[in-house]
């Protein structure tokens, strides 16, 4: 499922297509916004990153 209208979350392709930005600094961004939960929220389960759309 490729389609992210009709996810709830970003993940972290999302991002990186986003923002257009490469793969290793997509991390590193997710990696800091995650530690201090600004400019918006970043959701960490285990090595995924998710970032709710509504907040994003």
């Known amino acids: 499922m ?3 209208s ?3 979350v970003y ?3 999302d991002i990186q297509r986003i923002l257009g930005i490469g793969r ?3 991390y590193v961004f ?3 916004v ?3 939960q600004a400019p918006f ?3 960490k389960i285990g090595k995924l990153y998710r970032v709710p759309k509504k907040i994003f």
């Open 41 to 43: 929220k970043v959701i």
């Open 24 to 26: 290793s600094m997509t």
């Open 34 to 36: 995650y530690e201090d």
């Open 6 to 8: 009709e996810k709830m």
């Open 11 to 13: 993940d972290a392709s």
């Open 2 to 4: 490729n389609d992210t």
């Open 30 to 32: 997710l990696e800091k």
